[in-house]
């Protein structure tokens, strides 16, 4: 006679594996679903908003909505201020944010861990503390009020989680390649360009994804340190009072959407050069 087989090992993997598909999908329909109702108030005709109760599917599709809140004064120059600022805060964190990664992750010094905890606590500080006290030194150097002085804000509340997944990505990073290059004849800098910058890419990748979105969503700095050059986010704020309801809708679909593009293309990259690194 045959022995029969214990499937329960099998059946346990089966079920696990069914709760885990189970529990990403309601994670992900639980982030989906407020994008797809405000996509759907923001493409419906303003007397669709008004009825009750509202449908959930797209029966009345409209841009009329749409079309009104990008032609209200200030939300073209207010995007294109986002856009900078966003990419001026990216731009400006990798500058200092990953060699400041590096060192954190290559080289030993005294108050090391104090450093990363004081990086922390920088990071856990509010909006409001930082904003303020900036605000009056940017009116003493005459930057209140531009694009630039947000960047600045948005770079320094940046820094602490990009120096600190910096430092994380590049310790995943074998040091033995990196010191088999410059026995070849590379130059530190130039083992780190060729070498260890490639294979950190992706995850320099997610870290842009975290800056550009935390950047391209605040909105209570962006108030504070700007009248005429808001961002997107602090322009609909301001107008959020005094706007009727489908002002509101377009307004939120026109802060979601750029997001999601940009975090979608980030995560393409980010796919193919993790599947570039791992062959």
């Not at 449908?55 to 120059?77: D, K, Q, Y």
């Not at 979105?213 to 050059?229: F, Q, R």
């Amino acid at each position: 006679m045959s022995t029969p087989v214990d499937t329960t090992p099998i059946a346990r993997q089966k079920r696990n594996r069914f709760l885990l598909q189970a529990a990403c999908i309601a994670v992900s329909l639980f982030m989906l679903i407020p994008i797809y109702l405000i996509s759907l108030a923001a493409l419906s005709t303003r007397d669709s908003l008004n009825q009750f109760p509202l449908s959930l599917l797209p029966t009345n599709l409209s841009v009329e909505t749409l079309n009104a809140f990008l032609g209200s004064t200030g939300i073209f120059g207010a995007l294109g201020n986002s856009l900078i600022v966003g990419l001026g805060t990216l731009l400006f964190a990798a500058i200092i944010g990953v060699p400041a990664g590096y060192a954190l992750a290559r080289y030993s010094f005294k108050g090391k861990d104090p450093y990363q905890l004081f990086l922390l606590f920088t990071r856990a500080l509010p909006i409001v503390v930082l904003s303020v006290p900036l605000a009056r030194l940017f009116l003493t150097v005459d930057i209140y009020d531009t694009t630039y002085a947000v960047i600045l804000l948005h770079t320094a509340l940046a820094l602490p989680t990009t120096i600190l997944i910096s430092a994380s990505v590049f310790l995943s990073v074998p040091i033995d390649v990196e010191e088999a290059a410059r026995l070849f004849g590379c130059t530190p800098l130039g083992a780190f360009g060729r070498v260890v910058l490639p294979m950190a890419l992706p995850g320099l990748a997610a870290a842009s994804i975290f800056t550009f979105v935390m950047s391209w969503n605040e909105v209570l700095g962006a108030s504070i340190l700007t009248l005429d050059h808001r961002t997107l986010p602090a322009q609909v704020l301001s107008s959020l009072s005094d706007s009727p309801l489908a002002y509101r809708f377009a307004g939120g679909f026109a802060l979601v959407i750029p997001s999601i593009i940009f975090i979608a293309l980030m995560r393409r990259y980010l796919t193919n050069m993790w599947g570039s690194t791992i062959r």
